[in-house]
């Protein structure tokens, strides 16, 4: 079974650095995009980055800049670092692995974990 689970939230001040991390527990097979998505209280949940395992990377246009993805194949975990803060970062923070074998589509989702930027 395969699991994501998010580490590194919390209260953070505004301006500084925050490092997400999401452990990829479980086989996950197929061509995966390993992804950070975010949604704010009221909005629509929306993608923030994503990383294959070749190591090429996408970037929300809006939110690009900030935001670095990177994952550590040895251990299998995705980092998201957010590099100045800012309050309108505060979010549920969520991990996900969208894999690809043939036709077949598999969707993994972490349960999310909050950031609270404060000023």
């Known amino acids: 079974q395969v699991q994501l689970v998010e580490s590194g939230g919390g209260p953070v001040q505004a301006g500084g650095s925050l490092k997400l991390s999401c452990h990829v527990r479980?086989?996950?097979?197929?061509?995966?995009?390993l992804e950070w998505h975010r949604q704010t209280p009221g909005k629509e949940r929306e993608f923030v980055a994503d990383i294959y395992r070749n190591g090429r990377t996408a970037y929300s246009n809006s939110l690009k800049g900030r935001f670095t993805i990177s994952h550590d194949q040895v251990s299998d975990i995705v980092y998201l670092q957010i590099n100045p803060l800012q309050i309108e970062d505060t979010a549920v923070y969520y991990c996900?692995?969208?894999?690809?074998?043939?036709?077949?589509?598999?969707?993994?989702w972490g349960q999310g974990i909050q950031v609270a930027v404060c000023s």
């Open positions: 479980g086989p996950i097979s197929g061509r995966c995009s």
């Open positions: 996900a692995a969208d894999c690809h074998t043939g036709f077949r589509k598999d969707d993994y």
